[in-house]
């Protein structure tokens, strides 16, 4: 199992440390919490010690560790996390003062560093801090900046621990990227769109967005720059991904026509409506006035549209079929000219819409096929996302 170091400094927003571990944790990842002294004056480290299953480290002569330690562990992790960061350990790092064990260990650590700073907003600002943060960032350590908002010391400003869900994404993209996304531009299209009929009134669909949100977090946890275009749903955006948020499919279609000339890849995971109300009221439709042959016409195809457009960008489709999957799905790939194409069964109730599994099969224009059986959507994303970047390293 990955390993995460999780150092833990005195901000008072150290409380937070604890959702952190349990978030790594969810995703499969051991945590091993070093706090600096005077963290101990806010939280006693048998907290974490019961949370992560493993000794929380204060100090570099603590019983109970192999010798030399701080050495043997940095072997032992994929990534050193600090957070909270506090003035203090920032500017230790930045000059190499190795006085305790989190600051001698930093010094020994061969995988990436990854800093959430935590602390009052002048203090943040103050020119010294700034300073070491450069500094720290020229010698290649990442960071989560910091947000605005309520702080310990009753202002509001800069200075606020980022969400531990923010922290977390971040980690998981340092230890999961891989070259094959770096500098590549991913758009996702996800949920269902809506064609008004009024101001109240809409034809739509099924769609959760579950299955594009997924695939929107794996590929910006593999590295890539992500656009998330969504229809209305319920779901937060993964953190770190840019959100374009739509209601209807010529708000769709304009979205992604704004990105696609800077994009590597397009996966249209959206239920785009196919019709739209051929007349649409500006005030509410009194059902007295309601015409009895309301008309529908087709909304335009973007991913066709995609297709005809296309100057190298990978294309990616989803044919939600509920009958004749490999025939139907295989035509709408000839016809949007697709790299892949993934079909679903949506005449089924455990998954597609708005379930938290999927069952896919993989069409390519060259005949190959792939079945990927029933497992939970976050699993499908990376099951794609590993033929996508099969795709694009294949394209250099
Ligand atoms: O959102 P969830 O609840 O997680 O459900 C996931 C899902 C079932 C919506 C998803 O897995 C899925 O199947 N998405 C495609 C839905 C769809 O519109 O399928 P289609 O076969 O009608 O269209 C084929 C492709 O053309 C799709 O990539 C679609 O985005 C695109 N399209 C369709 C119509 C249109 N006007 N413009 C398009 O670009």
Same mark, same amino acid.
């Given at each position: ?42 939280? !006693? ?13 204060? !100090? ?28 203090? /350990? ?90 094959? &996304? ?165 005449? *089924?109730?455990?998954?597609? &819409? ?16 792939? &079945? /990927? ?19 694009? !390293?294949? *394209?250099?």
């Amino acid at each position: 199992m990955d390993k995460i170091a999780l150092g833990v400094t005195s901000s008072i927003s150290l409380y937070k440390a604890a959702d952190i571990i349990r978030l790594l944790q969810k995703e499969g990842l051991a945590v091993r919490v070093i706090m600096t002294e005077k963290a101990t004056n806010f939280i !006693n480290p048998r907290l974490f010690t019961s949370l992560t299953g493993e000794r929380t480290i204060v !100090n570099l002569f603590d019983e109970g560790q192999r010798p030399v330690e701080h050495i043997a562990m940095a072997d032992d992790i994929c990534l050193l996390l600090i957070a909270p960061a506090t003035a203090n /350990i920032m500017a230790k790092l930045a000059t190499g003062i190795a006085d305790d064990f989190l600051s001698t260990f930093y010094l020994a650590v061969k995988s990436p560093v990854l800093i959430a700073p935590a602390m009052n907003q002048a203090m943040f600002l103050h020119p010294q801090t700034q300073a070491n943060i450069k500094k720290l960032k020229d010698a290649g350590v990442e960071f989560v900046e910091p947000e605005s908002g309520y702080l310990a010391c009753g202002q509001t400003g800069s200075g606020r621990l980022a969400s531990p869900e923010k922290i977390v994404q971040t980690s998981l993209r340092l230890i999961r990227r891989q070259p094959v &996304f770096k500098d590549k531009l991913i758009v996702v299209t996800a949920g269902p769109t809506r064609e008004a009929l009024d101001p109240v009134r809409f034809l739509s669909n099924r769609s959760s967005g579950k299955m594009g949100y997924e695939l929107a977090r794996e590929a910006y946890q593999r590295g890539a720059e992500v656009v998330l275009i969504s229809g209305p749903v319920e779901l937060e955006p993964p953190a770190g991904v840019k959100i374009e948020k739509v209601i209807s499919s010529e708000e769709m279609r304009q979205a992604v026509l704004r990105y696609y000339d800077r994009a590597n890849a397009v996966i249209m995971t959206a239920a785009v409506s196919d019709f739209k109300f051929s007349q649409t009221g500006s005030e509410k439709i009194e059902k007295e006035t309601l015409p009895p042959d309301l008309k529908l016409e087709r909304t335009p195809d973007i991913l066709e549209e995609l297709g005809r457009l296309k100057t190298g960008q990978l294309l990616v489709g989803f044919a939600a079929e509920t009958a004749q999957m490999k025939a139907r799905a295989g035509q709408k790939m000839k016809k949007k000219k697709l790299d892949l194409m993934v079909a679903n069964d949506v005449s *089924r109730q455990d998954i597609g &819409f708005g379930c938290d599994e999927n069952e896919v099969y993989l069409f390519w224009p060259d005949g190959r096929e792939r &079945f /990927i059986q029933k497992t939970a959507k976050r699993k499908v994303s990376q099951e794609i996302l590993t033929e996508i970047g099969a795709m694009l !390293n294949a *394209r250099k």
